[in-house]
Every structure is written in structure tokens, then in C-alpha cells.
């Protein structure tokens, strides 16, 4: 076999059907408002934790989305609840609570509750 000096990257596909909707199915039952965002980055602007830290509250909603457990655990653990995110936000949506419930259903998950 020839060496080309390049590797084939995997596949960066998303299999929606296959994907763990267990922290996503928590936090639509407790915090219906993750529902109403629109992505617009009110939130992600005015983050304190994000002038300090690479916290983006968007990426950890679309890792949500995605079901992707271990980066959503990484990235919440990020925020510093101040709530300026909610006082910005054009849909009312509470990321404050969102991030308290997602840190909540980590925590069941963990324990095998949820």
C-alpha cells in the first residue's frame, strides 16, 4: 500500500436516531424555554464566564442537541450562573436554569437514576 502523506478524516455525520437524548429529554421536561432559543448569541456576547474561559453557551446547546454527554459535562461546568445571559436574551429564554438542570440530569446520569 502507498503512503500519500494523508489520513481519510472520520465521518463528521450526526446520527440523530443513535444519539443519547437523555440530558435533552430532562431539560425539555424541566425548562420547556430551551425550546424557544433561536441561536441569535445574545447569550454567548454578554457570557462572563466567556471572557475568562472558552465557555460558549451556544456550543453547549447545540452538544445538547447532539447528545454529546462528555463535552456537554465539560462545558457546563463552565458557567458562573451570573444570569446576565437571561437579561439579554430576546426569547426570555432562562439559561441560568438550563445550565442548573443540565449540571441536575449529569448528576442522575451519573448515579443511573435518569
Given at each position: ?71 456537554i459535562?465539560s ?38 437514576e435518569?
Amino acid at each position: 500500500m502507498t503512503d500519500f502523506g494523508f489520513t481519510i478524516n472520520k465521518p463528521r455525520v450526526i446520527d440523530y436516531d443513535n444519539t443519547d437524548k437523555r440530558v435533552l429529554k430532562y431539560l425539555l421536561a424541566h425548562e420547556p424555554s430551551f425550546n424557544s432559543c433561536i441561536f441569535c448569541g445574545s447569550c454567548t456576547a454578554t457570557c462572563s464566564a466567556g471572557n475568562f474561559t472558552d465557555f460558549n453557551i451556544r456550543k453547549l446547546k447545540i452538544f445538547i442537541r447532539r447528545g454529546l454527554t462528555e463535552e456537554i459535562a465539560s462545558e457546563a461546568e463552565k458557567c458562573m450562573l451570573c444570569g446576565k445571559c437571561f437579561l439579554v436574551c430576546p426569547r426570555g429564554v432562562n439559561n441560568r436554569n438550563i445550565i442548573l438542570k443540565v449540571r441536575e440530569a449529569l448528576t442522575k446520569i451519573e448515579s443511573h437514576e435518569l
